[in-house]
């Protein structure tokens, strides 16, 4: 007989909202992040994005993440299996992060723990997690559910705009000369998740506002949208926030989801960044 009583897991990289997480109980793994070699925060919990961006702007250095290790997904799991029979965890993209090698492994020692490469980083991860949340209330079984998240996580189309680059700078990902030329030329790189790895699809020139209104644009003509959920995330509330999601409202979407993502991602995307993530008609 298939086992219905099924909890859902991710870590806290992926975003969520706390409204969400408490109506469906998703069980939240506060990824851990250093501002400095003693000072150890974990993501929402006891550190937040501004502590991340003080930070940086204080001591022009860049914090640091760090994955939870075998041991440490066994505890979280365990604790889980308190309350549920099965549990479903959902991962940052194995390409990205080491955390899904980790969970997966202590998942294995486990029974009836399924881990989940979402192929997939921040809302992008959120919109798999609701639809799972959906799924279970139809009462599917687990297999079922399964299948049907790894069909849908080829649909999710998750991109954002970089207003600047010294974060990624920072963190050894673009050199010194990208970083001059975007400054220069006021350059704001669309980045795409495509198959599970994050890639610049697309160049905008001129202010973080007007380039995210031509973004939208771009984006949802390149990829229609299934209509029923979006995310609006971003690392710090822009200006044309409120014109994005008019945009979007008037593009027919039923729900859309405001994010702002944690100091883990913050980490890497520095402030400004905005991004509009949906599943792919």
């Keep these: 007989m298939e086992v219905k009583n099924i909890g859902i897991s991710a870590d806290s990289t992926c975003d969520l909202p ?5 109506k469906y109980d998703i069980r939240i793994n506060a990824m851990p992040f250093s501002l400095g070699e003693d000072d150890l925060r974990h993501d929402g919990v006891t550190g937040t994005s501004k502590d991340v961006f003080d ?10 993440t760090s994955a939870y290790n075998e041991y440490e997904y066994t505890e979280h799991f365990k604790e889980i299996k308190k309350d549920y029979d099965v549990i479903i965890h959902f991962s940052f993209s194995w390409d990205i992060s080491s955390t899904g090698a980790n969970a997966k492994r202590a998942s294995e020692g486990m029974e009836n723990v399924f881990v989940i490469d979402s192929k997939n980083v921040t809302c992008g991860i959120s919109l798999l997690i609701l639809e799972c949340c959906q799924l279970r209330e139809q009462g599917l079984g687990v297999k079922e559910i399964i299948n049907k998240i790894e069909t849908l996580k080829t649909k999710v189309q998750t991109s954002f705009l970089i207003d600047t680059l010294k974060y990624l700078h920072k963190g050894g990902r673009c050199s010194g000369v990208a970083l001059l030329g975007s400054k220069i030329l006021n350059i ?4 795409s998740v495509i198959n599970g790895k994050m890639e610049v699809t697309k160049k905008y ?23 029923k959920r979006v995310f609006v995330a971003y690392s710090t509330p ?3 926030k409120d014109k994005i999601i008019k945009k979007l409202n008037d593009y027919g979407f039923e729900e859309i989801i405001e994010a702002q993502v944690g100091p883990s991602i ?11 993530i949906y599943l792919a008609k």
Excluded: W
């Design 238 to 240: 822009l200006d044309v």
């Design 266 to 276: 913050c980490i890497h995307c520095g402030q400004g960044a905005m991004g509009v």
């Design 18 to 22: 706390k409204e969400f997480i408490e």
């Design 55 to 64: 930070y940086v702007e204080k001591t022009g250095k860049l914090p640091t």
């Design 205 to 227: 020139l001129g202010s973080i506002n007007n380039c995210m209104i031509k973004y939208c644009d771009d984006i949802l003509n390149e990829v229609p949208a299934d209509k």
């Design 188 to 191: 704001k790189p669309r980045i």
